[in-house]
């Protein structure tokens, strides 16, 4: 079983429809969440970070997180064309020098 | 947010010359910096882990003699790949973590390396 798990999709979704992506990881102890978006040929952009369980909003933007389930989610209202990316949830057990461990990514179409 | 700062963005050498790629924290104390390798339509694949003024630790199958890693000071790290052929091709990604007071990482806009 990997650490963490994400559907790859494609996911393809109207313009102004609500978006759920979801990661499951099976490691208690990572306790830092993040949600990144990638453009094609870009370094992946943070969009959200979480620490713990509870939800946290910005803008458009909610990221959940569940820890007694082990499952992250990211929701996207009202969604735009330029939210399609590909969708890479991360996480870490401490905020020091390790490395994050990634999901593979969630690659989202938004048709206007 | 944080500015980490990756160059050149692009970049095509001959097969057996050596290429640098340089990834600088523009605007906090980078005490960690990550290299990660990306091939078309996959996830990043952690290359390595370097703090500053230590060795890197390179996850299993680098090359830690092909894939050179300098992290010489809290901005800055180098990836260097020597003698480079057309299977290096690939989109290198650099990424930084400030330490303690802030867990998120950052990432580089990223390097796209063409060997021919």
């Known amino acids: 079983q990997k650490e963490v798990e994400q559907d790859p999709g494609p996911l393809s979704v109207p313009e102004g429809a609500i978006v759920s992506l979801n990661c499951t990881y099976s490691n208690s102890a990572f306790q830092y969440f993040m949600w990144y978006r990638q453009y094609s040929r870009k370094g992946p952009e943070l969009l959200m970070y979480?620490?713990?369980?509870g939800n946290k909003e910005d803008g458009r933007f909610t990221a959940q997180v569940d820890k007694s389930s082990k499952y992250i989610s990211l929701f996207i209202r009202d969604s735009q064309p330029s939210d399609s990316a590909t969708y890479l949830c991360?996480?870490?057990?401490?905020?020091?020098?390790?490395?994050?461990?990634f999901g593979k990514g969630t690659r989202l179409s938004v048709i206007a | 947010g944080a500015v980490v700062s990756q160059h050149p963005s692009w970049v095509i050498c001959k097969s057996g010359t050596s290429v640098k790629i340089e990834c600088r924290s523009l605007d906090f104390q980078a005490t960690t910096m990550f290299w990660y390798r990306q091939f078309p339509k996959q996830s990043l694949m952690l290359m390595a882990t370097?703090?500053?003024?230590?060795?890197?630790?390179?996850e299993q199958g680098v090359e830690k003699d092909k894939f050179l890693i300098n992290h010489a000071s809290l901005t800055l790290s180098t990836l260097t790949v020597t003698s480079a052929h057309p299977e290096d091709s690939s989109f290198y990604i650099c990424?930084?973590?400030?330490?303690?007071?802030?867990?998120?990482?950052?990432f580089g806009q990223g390097t796209r390396l063409t060997v021919v």
């Open positions: 370097s703090n500053e003024g230590s060795k890197a630790t390179y």
């Open positions: 979480t620490y713990s369980s």
């Open positions: 990424s930084a973590r400030g330490g303690q007071d802030r867990f998120e990482a950052f």
């Open positions: 991360a996480m870490s057990r401490n905020s020091g020098n390790t490395p994050l461990v």
